[in-house]
C-alpha cells in the first residue's frame, strides 16, 4: 500500500447520465436521468456527476433543468455538471439557461487533434478557450478543463499538453479532467505520466477519467491515485462508448480495500443503483459482474460451502452483507453435504443424515443433466424422493385457457386442494393473466394470500424451434424476501402456470410447518 494514497479522501465523478449515453443504443429519458441522478446523489451519495453534454436536445435541456431545480432544493446544485464546447456563448448559455453552475469545458488535449481536428495552432486554441471561460465566469458558471485525448497527447507532444495547461492557469480552471479517451494506458503509463503532471503543476487539481478498452481502467484508477490523484471519474456498470468507463463499483471497492483510502459512497445501495441503471439502460450486466452480479456472492463447489459451513473459510472482505445482500449456495453437480444443508436451512427445513443423502444424490443428478436447480425446487426434489405428498398441497388437473385477438382471455381450471377438487374460472389481459384472476379467486376462499409478482422471465434454448420446451422463471415477493419458481413447458402460459403452482405449493408447505 502507497504512503501517498493511505487515508486520504477521494472523491468520485460520476458520468454514467453523460459518458455512460455513449454506451450503443442507450438513451435516458428525463424521467430517468431525474431517478438517477437522486439516486446516485442522496443513496449512493456519489461526489459529483455530469450529467449531459450541452446543446445536444430540448430533452436532454429538460432533463438537466429538472436534475439542478431538485438539486437545489437540497442543497446538491454544486455537485451537478455539464459538458460544454469551445464556442464562446453557446455551451455557456446553455448551461446557463438549464440552472447548472459547473461547465466542464472540452478542449483538444492533444496537439494532434488540435491541428487536424480543429486546423488550430496551440496559442489559436488557447485564445477560444480563454474568450469562452472568461464569458462563462462573467455568467457565474465554475469551469473544470477537459483535455480530449489527454493519453495520447502527452505520449505524442508533452510540450503542447504542458504548454496547454500553462496558457490557461490564470483563468481560474477549477479542475483539469484528464481522460485515457481511447482506453490505451496500462497502470505503469498512468503512474509515469499524472506523476509528470503533478511535479509540474502542484498548485493544480487534476482529475483522471479512464476508459476501459483493455480491460485496465480499475488498475488504472488505483495507480492514479497511489501517484496522487484524488478526483476519479466512472460509471455505474461500466457503461461508456466501446468497452465502457471504469465500474464505480469495482473502483469503489478496490480503493478503500487495497488503498485504505477514504470515501463517501454508501456501499449498501451500489447493487440498488446498479439494478437501476440497468434497467432504465436496458444493458444487462454478466451475472459475475464483480460486486453487483447475480452470481458474485453464491458458493458452487460442495468444498467451498462446506469450509463455509466449519468456519467460513472461503469468506472476504467482500461479503455480501457489507453489499446489503446475500450469500447463496448453488445446487447441480457439484454440490456436496454442506451446499444442500446451507439450503435447507434457508427453507426451515430438517432431514436426517440418510435422507438428505439421497435428496443430494437427486441433486447432482439433475445438475449432471444440465438441469438448473434451485432452492425453491428442493420441496419438490424431497417429495419426489421420499415419494411424500407434502409438498404437493396443491395439483392441476385440468386447465383451459382461451385466448384471441382484441378479446379478454378466460381460463377455467380445476384443481385437487388437499384432497377435494375444485373448479373456478377468470378473465384478464392475457392468458396468464386470466390464469392469474381464477387461481386467486379460488385460494382466497381459503385465506391464501397471494405474494407479488416481481419479475417475469421466459428463455427457450438458443436456436429452438416453435414447439421448444420455454423455461418461465417468475420472481415473487411475499413481504419478507424475494423468491423465485420455476416452470417448464412447449406452451409459454402453461410454463408460467407450472411457476405458478409451484409458488403456491411452496406458500402452503411453509403454513403447514407453522
Not at 302 to 311: Q, R, S, W
Request: hydrophobic content about 40%.
Amino acid at each position: 500500500m502507497s504512503a501517498n494514497a493511505q487515508n486520504r479522501q477521494i472523491k468520485l465523478l460520476d458520468t454514467t447520465l453523460r459518458d455512460g449515453e455513449q454506451t450503443q443504443g442507450v438513451s435516458f429519458s428525463v424521467n430517468e436521468k431525474m431517478n438517477i441522478a437522486r439516486a446516485l446523489l442522496q443513496s449512493l451519495k456519489v461526489d459529483r456527476i455530469e450529467v449531459a453534454s450541452a446543446g445536444v436536445s430540448e430533452g436532454e435541456k429538460e432533463a438537466v433543468s429538472q436534475i439542478t431545480a431538485w438539486a437545489a432544493k437540497h442543497d446538491l446544485a454544486d455537485r451537478i455538471e455539464v459538458l460544454g464546447f469551445v464556442d464562446y456563448k453557446r455551451s455557456v448559455d446553455w448551461v446557463k439557461s438549464a440552472g447548472c453552475q459547473v461547465l466542464n469545458l472540452l478542449t483538444k488535449g492533444s496537439e494532434k487533434h488540435c491541428r487536424e481536428q480543429l486546423g488550430k495552432t496551440l496559442e489559436q486554441h488557447v485564445a477560444d478557450i480563454e474568450r469562452t471561460v472568461e464569458y462563462a465566469k462573467e455568467q457565474g458558471l465554475r469551469v473544470n478543463m477537459y483535455l480530449e485525448d489527454w493519453s495520447n497527447g502527452y505520449v505524442q507532444s508533452k510540450d503542447y499538453v504542458f504548454g496547454l495547461i500553462e496558457g490557461t492557469r490564470h483563468l481560474g480552471i477549477g479542475h483539469y479532467l484528464l481522460p485515457d479517451t481511447l482506453g490505451m494506458m496500462a497502470p505503469k503509463e498512468v503512474t509515469v505520466a499524472l506523476t509528470e503532471m503533478l511535479g509540474r503543476f502542484p498548485d493544480e487539481v487534476f482529475d483522471f477519467h479512464p476508459h476501459n478498452d483493455y480491460g485496465l481502467a480499475t488498475a488504472n484508477v488505483l495507480a492514479a491515485v497511489e501517484a496522487g490523484i484524488s478526483n476519479i471519474h466512472c460509471t455505474m456498470n461500466c457503461l461508456g462508448e466501446r468497452a465502457g468507463n471504469a465500474s464505480l463499483a469495482e473502483v469503489a471497492v478496490a480503493l478503500r480495500d487495497k488503498l485504505d483510502v477514504e470515501l463517501s459512497i454508501d456501499e449498501t445501495s451500489i447493487a440498488m443503483v446498479s439494478r437501476m441503471v440497468e434497467n432504465f439502460s436496458g444493458k444487462w450486466i454478466a451475472a459475475n459482474t464483480p460486486i453487483v452480479g447475480a452470481d458474485v456472492f453464491t458458493q458452487t463447489a460442495g468444498i467451498h460451502a462446506d469450509g463455509d459451513l466449519k468456519g467460513d473459510l472461503y469468506k472476504t472482505k467482500l461479503s455480501p452483507e457489507r453489499f446489503a445482500r446475500k450469500r447463496t449456495y448453488a445446487l447441480g453437480k457439484m454440490s456436496g453435504k454442506a451446499s444442500l444443508i446451507n439450503n435447507l436451512e434457508e427453507l426451515g427445513i430438517s432431514l436426517s443424515e440418510e435422507d438428505q443423502a439421497k435428496v443430494l444424490e437427486r441433486v447432482v443428478q439433475l445438475g449432471d443433466s444440465k438441469h438448473i436447480v434451485t432452492v425453491e425446487d428442493l420441496p419438490f426434489i424431497i417429495a419426489d424422493v421420499m415419494e411424500s405428498r407434502e409438498f404437493h398441497h396443491i395439483t392441476m388437473l385440468n386447465c383451459y385457457i382461451n385466448t384471441g385477438f382484441n378479446v379478454d382471455s378466460t381460463a377455467s381450471i380445476r384443481v385437487d386442494i388437499e384432497g377435494k377438487q375444485v373448479q373456478g374460472s377468470g378473465a384478464g389481459n392475457g392468458g396468464f393473466d386470466a390464469f392469474m384472476d381464477a387461481i386467486t379467486r379460488l385460494l382466497a376462499e381459503r385465506d391464501f394470500v397471494m405474494p407479488s409478482l416481481e419479475d417475469y422471465e421466459v428463455h427457450i434454448p438458443r436456436g429452438g424451434k416453435t414447439d421448444a420446451l420455454t423455461e418461465c422463471i417468475i420472481t415473487w415477493n411475499s413481504g419478507e424476501r424475494n423468491f423465485k419458481t420455476r416452470g417448464v413447458d412447449a406452451n409459454q402460459v402453461l410454463a408460467a402456470v407450472k411457476a405458478t403452482m409451484r409458488m403456491i405449493n411452496i406458500r402452503m408447505a411453509g403454513t403447514a410447518r407453522k
